[in-house]
């Protein structure tokens, strides 16, 4: 068909390629993997580039459309391939390129115009990208391993997508391979001008549906790895705050709904299931300390006050212990809603309190001589 002659083809290639660009600068403010993200943006623009010049192939000389276009296709998975280590925490390397690459290069520019040289050219370029292609799919595959090895439900959406991505780069391996090896075999001692037509459409059709899953495929691959960060670091606070014993509460200022975590619910003595309102914490509070309370609230809500440290007591309503709580508290913006919270730490003080109380009790006992009755007996 006129319409998939390889101009089309190369163009549709090169557009699809310029999406990944694209792509990627959008994401890579998302994620702490902003450095893996720049080494993908800058290989995909070398594979952009590369299919930019096979577009213009007639129009520049041969040298730039065969031996540089497929030089930047090289580099380009190559790039891709160190960002995928460093995305997975794994050592990255690009000592293989610079041997790898000038020699490929002098192959290329060795059978620019020579007889039978497009064949050599399509062979080299076809297991050299197939090794590349064999190496992402194996990036994938370990990241896949590891992943399984970790059990958690945030992990299940990411291991489908490195999954499909390990399906896609070794399909690619086996296509590339797969090219090479017809050409080096069905061309020998025949006209192989229609092969190679035929070879070289295959590549362009391949290397538009891997633009697609490169684009369609990695922000969502960035997502899920942000989503497994948060879980993880969301898993460490709790830890965090279990081990230090450190009660927290947000409180949204417009509706006064509370949002506490575990350690502050059992501090207070509530039920797991119950919730924290302003009518229960006015409840908890010790007579004594509910209108000081009240006063210091009020002050937030009218905004006379941005932060805020007192001692409190409360009664547990699980068994009437009375329990010293010190709350420090800071007006600040939520992050998605841009309203005012009130951020509240809370830490149970009563042995410190009882210490205190001790520590008085002995400075105001009377001071006697420490004659050997005095110390066992008092007089």
Avoid at 135 to 140: C, G, H, K, S, Y
Avoid at 172 to 199: C, E, H, N, P, Y
Avoid at 203 to 228: D, H, K, W
Avoid at 266 to 273: H, K, N, S, V
Wanted: net charge positive; charged share 15%; glycine share 6%.
């Amino acid at each position: 068909m006129q319409a998939l002659d390889d101009k089309t083809l190369s163009a549709v290639a090169l557009l699809t390629s310029l999406l990944l660009p694209l792509v990627l600068l959008g994401i890579g403010q998302m994620t702490s993997h902003s450095q893996a993200t720049r080494i993908w943006t800058r290989g995909v623009a070398m594979y952009s580039l590369g299919f930019l010049l096979i577009a213009l192939r007639n129009v520049i000389p041969d040298l730039v459309s065969i031996v540089v276009a497929n030089c930047l296709f090289v580099m380009g998975y190559g790039e891709l391939l160190q960002g995928l280590k460093l995305f997975f925490n794994r050592p990255v390397s690009r000592g293989w390129m610079v041997y790898v690459v000038p020699l490929f290069a002098v192959l290329l520019f060795m059978h620019v115009n020579t007889p039978g040289g497009q064949e050599v050219r399509v062979i080299a370029t076809s297991f050299l990208m197939c090794c590349l292609s064999f190496a992402i799919a194996a990036e994938f595959y370990r990241a896949v391993m590891q992943s399984t090895a970790v059990q958690h439900a945030s992990n299940v959406g990411e291991r489908r997508v490195l999954l499909v991505f390990c399906a896609v780069f070794a399909i690619s391996a086996t296509a590339m391979g797969a090219r090479g090896t017809i050409v080096a075999i069905a061309t020998q001692g025949v006209d192989s001008t229609l092969m190679l037509k035929l070879v070289v459409s295959t590549s362009f059709v391949l290397a538009i549906f891997v633009n697609f899953i490169l684009a369609a495929g990695l922000p969502l691959l960035v997502s899920r790895r942000i989503q497994r960060d948060l879980f993880a670091s969301e898993a460490s606070l709790r830890k965090a705050e279990e081990v230090g014993g450190l009660g927290t509460l947000v409180a949204d200022l417009r509706t006064l709904a509370f949002t506490t975590n575990s350690v502050l619910v059992r501090m207070l003595g509530l039920a797991p299931e119950q919730r924290l309102t302003v009518q229960t914490w006015q409840a908890l509070l010790h007579p004594d300390d509910r209108t000081r309370a009240r006063e210091v609230l009020d002050a937030v809500l009218k905004g006379r006050a941005h932060t805020a440290k007192n001692e409190y007591r409360t009664v547990r309503p699980d068994n009437g212990e009375v329990r010293w709580l010190s709350v420090s508290s800071e007006v600040s913006t939520d992050p998605l809603t841009a309203e005012p919270v009130l951020l509240s730490s809370m830490r149970d003080i009563t042995d410190l309190k009882q210490a205190e109380l001790a520590a008085v009790r002995a400075r105001s006992w009377p001071t006697r001589p420490a004659t050997p009755n005095h110390l066992f007996w008092p007089t």
